[in-house]
């Protein structure tokens, strides 16, 4: 198949890149190179690979991109609460206005995968199926939830809520709560948490792109509907994440109770729906941090991996 990647170029887009490739695939990925460009040097060998500069806020470059695609996986975006909070009239723009130029772009053969997000639901007290209703509490969720109507609406789309993931990729990320806590426990030796027993839910980048070759291998059954993506055994408090970080890594942990985090996500997810089609995670939480230590301890990587 020939698949098009919106915002391949990111953390998620190049874990997938890599995988799609592996797996025999022509890929194209269409970015607008915010983070730089090098992540994606070592693709280039690969004649199966393709790279188009571009923004999806032009409708025209999308409407260039996505000819001859049998699929599209949508990841381009200005992602997280901060970026989003940062540069508000861009995240508007960028998560929602080029998903209605993807939309117009691509015709019905097309399958379009969205990478959606479990920010979606907010701050929730019962379990979160794909039922709940969605309270997004930030502008990123906000978006991120009406792209995703706006796609299941008209187009054939498999949308998949993500947990928040971690893990190492070619395009590092470190604003993410476990790769944070783990590059925070390495260098200062010591985290500052606040809101200890909020859930949170988690996956591995690398079970994220699984994910988008799961859903090109049975896109019959899975088009037209929305799915949590991650695993019921990866629901964990702030706390409990703390506690796994502790028995790997020497620091000191201290559980403030006076500030608050202006992440207000807590919730914790079912994720039987797509377990059921037959689509599990492979890469634990202790696997993850384990894997950031020994790269973090190797690399001397600096903190500019962030978003904002
Ligand atoms: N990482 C997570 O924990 C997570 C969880 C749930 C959902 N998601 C979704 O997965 C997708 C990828 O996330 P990520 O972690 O790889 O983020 P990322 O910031 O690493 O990647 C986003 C990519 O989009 C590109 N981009 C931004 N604006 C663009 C534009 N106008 N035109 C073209 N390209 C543009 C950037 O250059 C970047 O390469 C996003 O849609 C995000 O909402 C991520």
Redesign the pocket.
Known sequence: MKILI????????TALTSLLLEKGHDVCV??????GGDQLLSFFRNKRFSFIR????DPDAVKDAVKGCDAVV??????GYPACRKEPKLAKE?NVD?TKHLINAVSKDQLVIY?????NYGRVDDVCTEETPLKPLSLYGQT?TLAEHMLLENRPTVAYR????FGVSY?L?LD?LINDFVYRALTEGYLVVYEKHFMRTFIH?HD?ARAFVFALENSRAMKGEVYNVGSDSMNYSKEQICNLIRERIDCYVHYASVGEDTDKRDYVVSYDKIKKLGYETTISVEEGIEELKRALEAVKVEKKYS?V
């Open positions: 919106t915002g391949g170029a990111g953390f998620v887009g269409f970015d607008s190179l915010m983070y571009g923004d999806v806020v949508h990841l381009a975006a200005i992602v960028v080029g990478a959606s997000t479990g920010s991120k993500f947990a928040t993931a395009r990320r993410l980048v994220m978003n």
